[in-house]
């Protein structure tokens, strides 16, 4: 058995948070998984699952559920943030409140919010003073936590502005099951990993009108020109968009039974209405959240995104899935290369 190395905290017990816990538990650390729920906590350590989220899953011995918040911190250098984003801002006030030491927080979701429209790694900025804030990284990629909870091969991405930052993360996760890449891209990144949830919503909606596979291949690469559009306008450059966290991620949640995305989209093409699937999903949708999101990018940025506008009208203006896709069918013609084109020219003028 390992030596057990340095205590880390995860701040969040879903289904994400538990799997990265196991990760780190694997790799012989301290893992101590914060939750608000106390009867979950009392079921880590006591049966060692978290059936709700990860059913059939047996968590190592080192990982143990913490109530108390500043309990799991005492000591800790590291914070793995894994919460949905609505529950961002309200969760780093309790972490503000009890920190007595600075911190580096390494956030594992996938969002943008609206209104503000800052990404996360902004939002985590805005609420924890410098004093309390070493540095902030996010980790992103093609996975869903029911497979890493398997220890089925996974890779990933982590990104800093600083990237020794990036590197520690790398070293704290990386192991023969989860592959680590770095990348000192933050705005592609995390551009890549909330936008992605559009689309698979899309993706979801196809399938559920029954649509097919050329169809869902067809809104995947708009969708994927879309999502490059608007990042490289906010910063990022647009490789980014090409590797684990905006092609890769974007396969896997478009096209897998395991994606809350997926699913609700897929709902949604058979005809239950949005309120109905948020109650039958009992998970958070981040897509439904982005989607709002990327619409006031969109606009504030001058970027065209019809598949994301469409999706915007299904969601928010109760317009029909079906009249959704046959608008997107029915757009003005135009050139398939032109967006590549308009995306690195963009590009070029910044460098």
């Not at 340095?6 to 301290?30: R, Y």
């Not at 919010?113 to 309390?132: F, Q, V």
């Not at 890769?248 to 239950?272: F, P, Y």
């Not at 317009?319 to 050139?335: C, E, F, I, S």
Request: hydrophobic share 45%; net charge negative; charged share 25%.
């Amino acid at each position: 058995m390992l030596a057990k190395k340095a205590a880390i905290a995860v701040v969040g017990a879903g289904s994400w948070g538990t799997a990265l816990a196991m990760v780190l538990a694997d790799n012989a650390h301290e893992v101590r998984l914060w939750s608000h729920n106390e009867a979950q906590v009392n079921e880590i350590n006591e049966h060692h699952t978290n059936k709700k989220y990860l059913p059939g899953i047996v968590l190592p011995e080192l990982i143990v559920g913490y109530a108390s918040l500043s309990d799991s911190l005492v000591g800790v250098e590291t914070v793995i943030l894994a919460v949905p984003t609505k529950a961002i801002r309200e969760v780093l006030g309790k972490i503000r409140a009890v920190l007595a030491d600075p911190i580096t927080i390494a956030h594992v979701s996938k969002g943008i919010e609206p209104d503000t429209l800052l990404r996360i790694t902004e939002m985590i900025k805005e609420e924890t003073p410098n004093k309390l804030l070493k540095d902030v990284v996010v980790l992103s990629g093609p996975s869903h936590a029911e497979e890493v909870s398997l220890r089925y091969p996974t890779t990933v991405t982590v990104a800093s502005e600083n990237m020794e930052a990036a590197e520690k993360i790398q070293d704290l996760f990386i192991n023969h099951n989860f592959r680590v890449y770095t990348n000192s891209d933050v705005v592609g990144v995390e551009i890549g990993g909330a936008l992605k949830n559009i689309i698979a919503l899309a993706a979801g909606i196809t399938d559920g009108l029954g649509y097919g596979d050329n169809a869902k291949a067809a809104l995947m690469t708009r969708g994927l020109a879309e999502i490059a559009r608007l990042g490289t306008k906010m910063g990022a450059n647009p490789l980014t968009f090409s590797g684990l966290t905006g092609i890769g991620d974007l396969i896997v949640t478009c096209t897998s039974v395991h994606s809350r995305n997926w699913r609700a989209g897929n709902m949604l093409g058979k005809g239950k209405t949005l309120d109905e699937v948020l109650d039958s999903m009992g998970m958070v949708v981040e897509g439904v959240r982005t989607t709002k999101a990327a619409f006031q990018l969109a606009k504030k940025y001058n970027v065209k995104m019809p598949i994301t506008f469409a999706l915007y009208d299904v969601l928010f203006n109760d317009k029909n899935a079906k009249d959704a896709v046959d608008v997107l069918m029915a757009r003005g013609k135009t050139h398939e290369m032109e967006d590549l084109v308009n995306v690195l020219d963009e590009r070029n003028m910044e460098d």
